[in-house]
């Protein structure tokens, strides 16, 4: 009975094992799919940004030619330039921090994915001891067995052993 129960400890706790890896493979592609859909969202956010800088821009360009200045040079066009940096660095913020975030979710799967690893060898290393576990309770079993006997034996139950006294005469 203990090599059985030894047997199926043994496998239940690599069946947990592997359930667990699976719970972190399954955490690290959630993980991964999150950090693909940051970047395409940090992407879609640029770029709608963008195209509201350009209207702003459409707006400053029209602007300065209705009060009628040379839209083609000097100030008006240094303007235009400082606001399209304005729109660049804002864009790149966006995409930056779509990056970080994906980043944190590229993290997280390689950690998961690292857990997966550990779980799995946790579960290999369990299937590997059963074996082990199974012939230390035979032995603990058959040892057992053996300590009763020479008891029984050295208490006279099998004959030809030492009998013990319980204190009256023994003739």
């Keep these: 009975l203990g090599a059985m129960g030894a047997s199926r400890q043994g496998e239940a706790t690599a069946r947990a094992y592997a359930y667990q890896a699976g719970v972190a493979e399954m955490r690290k592609k959630i993980a991964l799919q999150n950090r693909d859909y940051s970047l395409a969202v940090g992407e879609t956010e640029a770029q709608s940004y963008g195209l509201r800088a350009r209207n702003v821009m459409g707006k400053i360009e029209a602007g300065q ?28 913020q966006i995409r930056n ?57 050295q208490a006279g139950l099998w004959g030809g052993g030492k009998t013990e006294s319980l204190g009256g005469d023994p003739s």
């Design 97 to 153: 921090n779509a990056a970080r975030k994906a980043y944190g979710y590229s993290t997280e799967a390689a950690t998961e994915e690292a857990q997966a690893g550990a779980y799995r060898t946790a579960e290999q290393a369990t299937h590997e001891t059963i074996p082990m576990n199974i012939a230390s309770s035979l032995l603990s079993g058959v040892s057992s067995v053996s300590s009763k006997w020479l008891q029984g034996s």
């Design 65 to 92: 030619a209705a009060s009628g200045m040379d839209v083609g040079a000097g100030s008006a066009v240094e303007v235009r330039k400082g606001q399209q940096k304005v729109t660049d660095i804002d864009m790149a």
